[in-house]
């Protein structure tokens, strides 16, 4: 934590601030979790010590609820799990994924107290809760986990208080956990030393799990799961460090409701203040100088909300063709009235591009992606995690679809943004410069005979499809990046 220092932000409370000049794609710090837990609709799915998915994971014998890896996993978990099992035993079944998180931290808070390493900068009691400050269905739900937790651990030495402290502090500053290659959330955890960052919508950092070093057949030589702070631009010396709490691409106002609702602050940042680029999300299309009326952007507008509802519905569903044909429909009222930043046709570009994907349309979809992109660049910083992965999806949809010029041109784009903001050791950049070896290689082949070319890709996708990084154009489950608990 030597880059770092904790100082008085004023309104803000407590802050982290910079010691001395930090370059693009720095790790400013790197943070383990204080407890950690995976979801309960994925506790089969995910390793729950290295959240990673995996097929055919390894049960504890015991609880019958802890899934792992192999015994390695198992083994290196067990400190963190041994009372969890015990619990989960004695109860008969696994309580909610707050609760069991909450359990975590007081057991690690009994056995380590709130601070575990030198490197910690505040302790677990002192993080803010907002208890006070909840909604009524936030405390009536708070009060059912608490009763849930005293069933889950009825020796407990912890006032309820305290108790009900941890589930506020919690519930505020909880980090969502991705699975290995950073596409689908899958656990929550809770980091003390990046609680102290505070929200800026055009943050000057970004946060990045890092799943560790696991292929030891010794648990002892294990690298821990850990988030990394990254500085996404040339960052002074003495200026304060933010990460963005929320996804940019909504208008301020928008965007402070949310941060108000989960955060219970007002956001006050430069963005909100001067409503920076809500002009470009709510734009009309100009055409020779002229912009359609007031009344028919309305129109559209309203219409494009109602679509979205019926897009949503239908993909819940699994009805994926009649996603497609909702998005067309929407398609054709949005593009002669909504301008290409419009926030209403990005939405249904990006599901149309993502649904088509899934449905191996690639020639379509890269269309769509293509014209989403385009619209993200004007929108997200830069060096936007969410804007790198939406160039990577788009860079491999048009790869799948034959496109090599315009596949490799955007994979570059994508993987100069990932490693700022990934890294070069993260599995998803990793993967990345694979693809654009390969395509670059593509590429030489198509430049030099265009026909043959397209021969050798036909007979290759013939024998063995294009199954790198599909993973990344699945329609479910996505995650733009990683957020706090939302």
Same mark, same amino acid.
């Given at each position: 934590?030597?880059?770092?220092?904790?100082?008085? @932000?004023?309104?803000?409370?407590?802050?982290?601030?910079?010691?001395?000049?930090?370059? +693009?794609?720095?790790?400013? /710090?790197?943070?383990?979790?204080?407890?950690?837990?995976?979801?309960?609709?994925?506790?089969q799915?995910?390793?729950?010590?290295?959240?990673?998915?995996?097929?055919?994971?390894?049960?504890?014998?015991?609880?019958?609820?802890?899934?792992?890896?192999?015994?390695?996993?198992?083994?290196?978990?067990?400190?963190?799990?041994?009372?969890?099992?015990?619990?989960?035993? &004695?109860?008969?079944?696994?309580?909610?994924? &707050?609760?069991?998180?909450?359990?975590?931290?007081?057991?690690?808070?009994?056995?380590?107290?709130g601070?575990?390493?030198?490197?910690?900068?505040?302790?677990?009691?002192?993080?803010?809760?907002? #208890?006070?400050?909840?909604?009524?269905?936030?405390?009536?739900?708070?009060?059912?986990?608490?009763?849930?937790?005293?069933?889950?651990? +009825?020796?407990?030495?912890?006032?309820?208080?305290? =108790?009900?402290?941890?589930? !506020?502090?919690?519930?505020?500053? !909880?980090?969502?956990?991705?699975?290995?290659?950073?596409?689908?959330?899958?656990?929550?955890?809770?980091?003390?030393?990046?609680?102290?960052? &505070?929200?800026? %919508?055009?943050?000057?950092?970004?946060?990045?799990?890092?799943?560790? &070093?696991?292929?030891?057949?010794?648990? $002892?030589f294990?690298?821990?799961?850990?988030?990394?702070?990254?500085?996404?631009g040339?960052?002074?010396?003495?200026?304060?460090?933010? #990460?963005?709490?929320v996804?940019f691409?909504?208008?301020?106002?928008?965007?402070?409701?949310?941060?108000?609702? *989960?955060?219970?602050?007002?956001?006050? %940042?430069?963005?909100?203040?001067?409503?920076?680029?809500?002009?470009?999300?709510?734009?009309?299309?100009?055409?020779?100088?002229?912009? +359609?009326?007031?009344?028919?952007?309305?129109?559209?507008?309203? /219409?494009?909300?109602?679509?979205?509802?019926?897009?949503?519905?239908a993909?819940?569903?699994?009805n994926?063709?009649?996603?497609?044909?909702?998005?067309?429909? %929407?398609?054709?009222?949005?593009?002669?009235?909504?301008?290409?930043?419009?926030l209403?046709?990005?939405?249904?570009?990006?599901?149309?591009?993502?649904?088509l994907?899934?449905?191996?349309?690639?020639?379509?979809? @890269?269309?769509?992606?293509?014209?989403m992109?385009?619209?993200?660049a004007?929108?997200y910083?830069?060096?936007n995690a969410?804007?790198?992965?939406?160039?990577?999806?788009?860079?491999?949809?048009?790869?799948?679809?034959?496109? =090599?010029? $315009?596949?490799?041109?955007?994979?570059?784009?994508?993987?100069?943004?990932?490693m700022?903001?990934?890294g070069? $050791?993260?599995?998803?950049?990793?993967?990345?410069?694979?693809?654009r070896?390969?395509?670059?290689?593509?590429?030489?082949?198509?430049?030099?005979?265009?026909? #043959?070319?397209?021969s050798?890709?036909?007979?290759?996708?013939?024998?063995?499809?294009?199954?790198?990084?599909?993973?990344?154009?699945?329609?479910?489950?996505?995650?733009?990046?990683?957020?706090?608990? *939302?």
């Amino acid at each position: 934590m030597n880059n770092v220092q904790v100082f008085d @932000a004023g309104l803000k409370g407590r802050g982290l601030r910079t010691t001395k000049i930090l370059q +693009p794609g720095e790790v400013v /710090f790197a943070e383990p979790s204080f407890a950690a837990v995976v979801f309960d609709r994925l506790s089969q799915q995910v390793c729950h010590n290295c959240f990673r998915r995996q097929v055919n994971l390894h049960r504890c014998a015991q609880c019958k609820f802890a899934h792992y890896c192999d015994r390695t996993c198992q083994t290196a978990c067990w400190d963190e799990h041994k009372q969890e099992c015990a619990a989960i035993r &004695n109860i008969g079944k696994a309580p909610n994924e &707050n609760v069991r998180l909450v359990a975590r931290v007081l057991w690690r808070v009994q056995k380590d107290t709130g601070i575990v390493s030198d490197s910690q900068l505040i302790s677990v009691d002192l993080l803010k809760d907002h #208890v006070a400050d909840m909604p009524t269905d936030d405390l009536n739900e708070l009060k059912s986990n608490m009763q849930k937790f005293l069933d889950y651990c +009825p020796n407990t030495k912890h006032r309820t208080d305290y =108790i009900s402290h941890i589930f !506020g502090m919690i519930d505020c500053n !909880g980090f969502t956990l991705s699975d290995q290659r950073g596409l689908q959330a899958v656990g929550v955890a809770l980091f003390p030393n990046l609680c102290l960052v &505070n929200h800026d %919508c055009w943050p000057n950092c970004t946060v990045i799990l890092n799943h560790g &070093n696991q292929s030891t057949l010794n648990s $002892t030589f294990h690298s821990k799961k850990r988030i990394e702070l990254r500085a996404l631009g040339k960052i002074a010396e003495n200026e304060e460090l933010t #990460v963005s709490y929320v996804d940019f691409l909504n208008v301020s106002g928008d965007r402070k409701l949310a941060l108000k609702h *989960q955060y219970h602050f007002d956001c006050t %940042c430069k963005s909100c203040s001067e409503h920076s680029k809500d002009d470009l999300m709510m734009a009309a299309k100009e055409t020779d100088g002229k912009k +359609p009326s007031g009344e028919l952007v309305k129109e559209v507008q309203m /219409f494009s909300l109602e679509c979205l509802a019926k897009i949503e519905a239908a993909r819940t569903a699994g009805n994926f063709n009649e996603v497609v044909k909702l998005c067309q429909e %929407c398609l054709e009222r949005q593009e002669p009235v909504l301008a290409d930043t419009h926030l209403y046709q990005l939405r249904v570009l990006s599901v149309a591009s993502e649904v088509l994907s899934y449905l191996r349309r690639f020639s379509e979809a @890269a269309k769509y992606a293509n014209r989403m992109v385009e619209g993200y660049a004007k929108l997200y910083h830069p060096n936007n995690a969410q804007l790198g992965m939406a160039i990577m999806r788009a860079g491999v949809t048009n790869w799948h679809a034959g496109l =090599i010029e $315009t596949a490799h041109g955007l994979i570059c784009k994508a993987y100069a943004i990932l490693m700022v903001t990934h890294g070069a $050791t993260h599995p998803i950049t990793r993967d990345l410069e694979a693809i654009r070896t390969q395509t670059e290689m593509e590429l030489r082949m198509f430049k030099q005979n265009e026909d #043959v070319y397209h021969s050798m890709r036909e007979a290759a996708l013939q024998t063995k499809p294009m199954g790198k990084m599909t993973e990344a154009l699945r329609g479910e489950d996505n995650v733009k990046a990683l957020t706090h608990k *939302q």
